[in-house]
Nanobody
């Protein structure tokens, strides 16, 4: 079983940037599809971005496309989410997730391992 630990969250003003990291341990994630999801208070968890094993394929939710960028460093067993031009509506707990299959999926149920989440708060 892989353990995922997110970091990099915090409080930022609208228009600012944050970089989230997700460090994996317990096994390599180099073959996994990795995803970022978020859950705002009172709302369901939603897909943000996903990346395939090589980093050659990435997918984004429409609400973050052009502002967020997902990447990975398989040598470091780590996945990143660069968030630029942040908006108050981006405020949420952000979760990293691993899917030990090669095909890309966007639903939370398709990911078997999750981190504990990191809070991102964007003030207006």
């Amino acid at each position: 079983q892989v353990q995922l630990v997110e970091s990099g969250g915090g409080l930022v003003q609208a228009g600012g940037s944050l970089r989230l990291s997700c460090a994996a341990s317990g096994r390599t994630i180099s073959s996994d599809v990795m995803g970022w999801f978020r859950q705002a208070q009172g709302k369901e968890r939603e897909f943000v971005a996903a990346i395939n094993w090589s980093g050659g394929t990435t997918l984004y939710a429409g609400s973050v496309k052009g502002r967020f960028s997902i990447s990975r460093d398989n040598a470091k067993n780590t996945v990143y989410l660069q968030m630029n031009s942040l908006k108050p509506e981006d405020t949420a707990v952000y979760y990293c997730a691993a899917r030990d299959r090669a095909n890309m999926r966007l639903m939370p149920a398709d990911f078997g391992s999750w981190g504990q989440g990191t809070q991102v708060t964007v003030s207006s």
